[in-house]
């Protein structure tokens, strides 16, 4: 096979990969965040933190988009977004693991505080977690 006029192909990869091309096959990250517009390129994996603790949202949006509804899609992704940006919040405090874990504690799933080096939330933080998801609704629609 001749790799110089090979057709460049796009794979859907279950693992990290870099965004853009590597050669002649194209990899496309499809993050939590990129969701919505990574299924509108073709995708059909993703890799996030949100799956952990956002499952129902996120099934619904893939519901949506094989339906053809793209503003409930867009809603759902939105919503992700929203709880993406207290994740944020939180990680700069304790990590992405330790923000994670506290959500999933919020959502009533305590799997244990984050392994040493990292530090759970202190008591007054992992009360200011849960008051920004209430914020956005994040315990109507997560």
Not at 50 to 75: I, Q
Not at 82 to 106: E, N, P, T
Not at 108 to 122: E, H, K, T, W, Y
Request: hydrophobic share 40%.
């Amino acid at each position: 096979m001749d790799f110089m006029t090979m057709e460049r192909r796009v794979f859907p990869c279950h693992g990290f990969c870099d965004n853009g091309t590597n050669g002649f096959f194209a990899c496309h990250r499809f993050w939590d965040n990129q969701l919505l517009a990574s299924l509108a390129m073709g995708g059909s994996s993703a890799i996030g933190t949100t799956y952990n603790y956002c499952g129902l949202l996120n099934n619904r949006l893939l519901k949506y988009f094989k339906e053809g509804d793209l503003k409930s899609a867009l809603r759902e992704q939105r919503r992700s977004d929203d709880a993406i940006m207290i994740l944020r919040k939180y990680a700069s405090i304790a990590g992405v693991v330790g923000a994670a874990k506290a959500i999933l504690k919020a959502r009533g799933f305590d799997v244990g505080p984050p392994r040493l080096p990292l530090l759970p939330l202190s008591v007054e933080d992992y009360g200011s977690l849960v008051t920004d998801l209430k914020s956005i609704g994040f315990f109507d629609w997560a």
